[in-house]
């Protein structure tokens, strides 16, 4: 798969103007303009590092007659961004210019994708996903350099989730490099509304669903993988601020066995109603307990859960109930390369309770500091309700190095321009 081929043609349906580029806007000039969408197969092209969409080509495409251009950058591709207050930029969905589709029937693999226009898509009322809940979903962000670069982080390591978790489900799944490409894709495609340096990310939500039809309980006959994007800012209101969590002691995220432990789309129905309870109660979040024991620290809705002690740090570990998140990866490599002493395994409440700093981790909130917990009405706070001083040294060493601000000696950044 290559840029070049999947921009070319790409325009408005007639009629059909919701959720599209104003016209007298386009982010791209298209070649030619006589079809909607183009299809290709996501296979190994080499990425040019070149400013926009100059010239990549597949030679393939070229020989079999396939072969469309793109203008060149100099003047034809805007690069001005989207209209939009920046500044007051929150975490939620802002429909963008172009999304990412690929089917394919089960037993069998994906080969072929599109971007197509930002819009809604058609399922059976029968489908996988809204009969059995037969899906997952991933959540990664890109983030612009001062120098116009575009960053990634760490695609690859969501790749290899997303699997893990088609496997559970009994899906079928894009390959690594088919998953990666596809990003690349959908994010050149929506390159305006990457916010300013500074000011947020471009959050990408790939999703992976049994589109297909199905009565009986059984896999869908077919999946949609799928790719959209939206500007975002923090994920909390309060920010790089102490959110206030409630331990959780009667409903539970996760049960040993299920499927606690992939990125599938009930795990995160299952926290609403706790969720709800707690926020209109004037907490951010819940905390959930193991539900064998309910004394063990499991996670917070959708994110992972540190404690500090002194140099020790600990988090509990991954054993089927917890999602194996990229950015607790992430932050446990950080915490070990600046000398801290990191440890997976239980955490009990007790534990949690007399910790000297809390903290969550995830995509969205990436480092978030724990001002306080609740825990059966006892109300336990952490570094007098400021940043604890971990916490803000391991968020500012992850964004600078998310954000291109440091040198990326992980080699964890994937630069698409």
Request: net charge neutral; aromatic share 8%.
């Amino acid at each position: 798969m290559e840029s070049a081929a999947i921009f070319a043609g790409l325009h408005p349906t007639p009629g059909h103007h919701h959720h599209l580029l104003d016209p007298s806007r386009t982010a791209i000039k298209l070649l030619p303009p006589s079809i909607d969408k183009i299809n290709f197969s996501p296979l190994p092209l080499k990425l040019q590092k070149q400013s926009h969409f100059t010239s990549y080509i597949d030679n393939s495409a070229i020989n079999s007659g396939n072969f469309f251009r793109v203008a060149s950058p100099a003047s034809d591709v805007a690069s001005e961004l989207a209209d939009i207050d920046w500044d007051n930029l929150g975490f939620g969905f802002m429909p963008t210019d172009y999304m990412y589709s690929m089917k394919c029937s089960q037993g069998e693999s994906f080969s072929k994708g599109e971007l197509q226009r930002f819009g809604n898509i058609e399922l059976s009322p029968s489908a996988g996903i809204l009969n059995y809940g037969q899906g997952l979903f991933e959540g990664l962000k890109a983030y612009r350099k001062h120098d116009g670069n575009i960053l990634l982080f760490r695609p690859e390591e969501n790749a290899t989730r997303l699997k893990m978790g088609a496997e559970r489900m009994c899906m079928p799944s894009p390959s690594v490099e088919q998953f990666v490409e596809a990003v690349k894709a959908t994010v050149l495609a929506n390159e305006r509304w990457i916010p300013p340096p500074g000011k947020g990310s471009l959050y990408i939500r790939p999703l992976l669903m049994g589109s297909g039809a199905v009565l009986g309980l059984a896999p869908a006959p077919e999946y949609t993988f799928l790719i959209y994007v939206s500007p975002v800012g923090n994920y909390f209101k309060e920010g790089l601020a102490p959110i206030n969590l409630v331990v959780e002691t009667e409903m539970h995220r996760a049960t040993p066995g299920g499927t606690g432990g992939v990125k599938t789309i009930g795990n995160y129905a299952a926290v609403l109603k706790a969720q709800s309870a707690a926020k209109a109660k004037g907490y951010s979040d819940v905390l959930y307990l193991d539900c064998v024991q309910k004394k063990y620290l499991e996670e917070v809705s959708s994110c992972n859960v540190f404690i500090v002690k002194g140099n020790l740090i600990v988090t509990p570990a991954i054993k089927g109930t917890i999602l194996p998140g990229i950015t607790r990866k992430s932050i446990i490599d950080v915490a070990i390369s600046q000398g801290f002493q990191v440890e997976e395994r239980q955490v009990s409440v007790d534990e949690l309770l007399d910790a000297d700093e809390v903290f969550c981790t995830g995509t969205a909130v990436v480092v978030s500091p724990v001002g306080s917990i609740t825990h059966q009405g006892r109300r336990v706070t952490y570094g007098n309700d400021g940043v604890g001083l971990v916490s803000q040294q391991l968020y500012s060493a992850l964004t600078s190095l998310q954000m291109g601000l440091s040198e990326d000696k992980m080699g964890w950044i994937v630069e698409l321009k």
